[in-house]
């Protein structure tokens, strides 16, 4: 029984009976009265004027009374100007509840039939990941979620760049500077050894770059002759020709990663449904560039290289194949664009990837749009801004990131530092303790940065993102295990609540009507945040519902209520809200403790 869609139907038939006219759904629009007016729901009466050709207030007033008269769901309404504010019986707010409380699948859209791939994380293999990744594992992951909320069948997917010169440069370096040094021997993951040679390449590089200039040569020149990258250049060609001690070395240093990968992606709590990797996929978009050779929409020069012109659609002429024969990210994504929608019948390709690619996305569909694919329009370019810190933007190659690793167990000692120094924690064993930092450092990190629409660049300070007060993931995750004391002490004096708890006789407040309108929102909110491929708009609305039941519990200390009908009412409500919460935090992937 949505509120929104009552208040539309009923006012559909007003309008018809009062002025002789039927208007669409789409001519009434309906919005939660704002707390400074009297009412609990509001319609907006301007679009109605066209056939009632009366005043605002006139029409507001003639809707008003039809509704009074002819409902019993709404008791009284008042007008102001051409907002018609209403208010429902204390009925109508039981039955809604109820109908909540009797829906297990509260919030869970029905199936739409629609399966949505969505590619995230993609890292290269030539270092550890770091903050800007956690962005995008985070987003990408609650993205899916969200998506499945909405009734999707979702495949989330992760693309490992795992070749090319990057790492090369890191394989290059290891043989001249890494002493055979492997993950067992130094005791590091093989994600951080195999970056630490990445950083290597980079300073002899950046020597030898120095050094030619000192010897005369101009800088940008210097920077394309430098032996060090001459030499990984030349590896490189080597592993596509499948020279045996190259593609031997790769594979060693590749299964490092790997497993480091794997680790980080296991302490995030993120796992993919299927892993591609670029070395196995590189090769599949060089049949789509024959392909659009031969009808004419790609040109080959003179050295061999292929390219596509897109100057006439305003943007300019993008390469698809080198003149060696080899492929570059656009080939790449082109081949597994087609390979995806024809193995899987996609209905929708998400790609997680931040801004700086906006324009490569604009290509890819273009020319997948050019080569004859309808389903083109179906891919989706996730774009999201990147994260910086107070000290300003990461540099992988000079090693000043926020390495990810590093940054979890940062958040691990941040979130028990604070949680001992409120001195709660004395009944709780030290596993317990353990399991509860675990829960709230991840929960800080991930509501942090989910709680950002995904367009914004965004400020990551660790310490603010801990706090147990304001808009916060511990704060969320306090209020629920507060909830739960409370329903535990409720179960410790037997008191039992549920369903048959809803009487028409319980007379709500006000705050009680507001939770039960928040609640409400819940399934909209979902399907609110998956049109706009946006989980930020669930983080919020769970702060809202976590902050109206903290305003609610200091005004109406629940468990010293006499009136038993009364209790139970509450404890059920009080239930629901912890219900919502969970499902609400679990889109975002976290955890809600039970005790804290």
Not at 136 to 150: P, T
Not at 423 to 449: H, P, T, V
């Amino acid at each position: 029984m949505n509120p929104d869609k009552f208040i539309i139907g009923k006012s559909q038939e007003a309008v018809s009976a009062l002025f002789g006219a039927a208007l669409p759904e789409s001519s009434f629009q309906v919005q939660v009265t704002r707390k400074e007016f009297e009412g609990d729901y509001t319609l907006v009466v301007f679009p109605l004027l066209k056939v009632s050709r009366l005043a605002p207030e006139a029409t507001a007033k003639a809707v008003g009374d039809w509704l009074k008269e002819n409902t019993r769901e709404i008791e009284s309404y008042n007008v102001v100007k051409g907002f018609l504010n209403l208010s429902f019986s204390p009925s109508y707010w039981n039955r809604l509840f109820a109908s909540i409380l009797s829906d297990a699948d509260f919030g869970q859209l029905p199936p739409t039939g629609k399966t949505i791939m969505v590619e995230f994380s993609s890292p290269n293999t030539n270092k550890p990941l770091h903050l800007g990744h956690i962005r995008n594992i985070l987003l990408g992951w609650s993205v899916s979620r969200l998506l499945e909320a909405n009734g999707h069948k979702v495949m989330k997917v992760n693309l490992v760049n795992d070749r090319g010169i990057h790492i090369c440069k890191s394989m290059l370096a290891w043989l001249k500077t890494g002493n055979g040094e492997t993950p067992e021997s130094s005791g590091k993951k093989g994600d951080h050894l195999v970056g630490d040679c990445y950083v290597a390449f980079n300073n002899i590089y950046r020597k030898e770059v120095e050094d030619l200039v000192a010897g005369g040569m101009p800088k940008e020149e210097a920077e394309k002759n430098a032996p060090s990258l001459k030499e990984a250049q030349d590896m490189l060609l080597k592993w596509e020709k499948g020279d045996e001690e190259v593609v031997s070395l790769w594979k060693k240093m590749n299964s490092w990663v790997y497993a480091g990968f794997d680790k980080t992606y296991e302490d995030l709590g993120i796992s993919f449904d299927r892993t591609y990797y670029e070395s196995q996929t590189y090769l599949l978009g060089k049949a789509l560039v024959r392909k659009g050779l031969d009808m004419g929409i790609f040109e080959k020069e003179a050295d061999g290289s292929v390219w596509c012109d897109l100057t006439s659609d305003g943007l300019d002429r993008k390469l698809l194949l080198r003149g060696d024969g080899t492929s570059v990210y656009m080939t790449q994504d082109l081949g597994t664009a087609e390979q995806r929608f024809s193995e899987y019948n996609l209905d929708e390709h998400i790609y997680v990837v931040g801004n700086e690619q906006n324009y490569h996305f604009q290509v890819l569909k273009l020319i997948l749009k050019k080569l004859g694919f309808a389903w083109s329009d179906n891919i989706y370019h996730l774009s999201y801004g990147m994260v910086e810190l107070p000290e300003g933007k990461m540099k992988s190659r000079e090693g000043t990131v926020v390495d990810a690793d590093d940054l979890l167990e940062k958040m691990y000692n941040t979130a028990k530092e604070t949680s001992l120094e409120l001195g709660k924690l004395d009944n709780m064993s030290e596993s317990e303790q353990d399991a509860l930092f675990r829960k709230l450092s991840l929960g800080a990190l991930k509501y942090f940065i989910i709680k950002v629409d995904p367009k914004k660049t965004m400020l990551f300070d660790p310490k603010e993102s801990i706090d147990f007060n304001g808009n916060t993931g511990p704060f969320i995750q306090y209020t629920h295990a507060r909830i739960k004391s409370i329903l535990r002490k409720a179960g410790e004096r037997g008191i039992v609540y549920g369903p048959d708890a809803i009487s028409d006789d319980i007379c709500l407040s006000a705050k009680e009507i507001r939770l039960i309108k928040l609640i409400d929102m819940y399934p909209d909110k979902v399907a609110e945040g998956g049109q706009a491929h946006s989980p930020a708009v669930i983080a919020n609305y769970a702060y809202e519902l976590a902050k109206e039941f903290n305003q609610y519990y200091h005004d109406t200390p629940v468990l010293r209520e006499e009136d038993e009908a009364l209790l139970k009412y509450r404890l059920a409500l009080l239930s629901t809200v912890a219900g919502v919460l969970v499902k609400a935090m679990d889109i975002l992937g976290i955890q809600l403790p039970e005790r804290m």
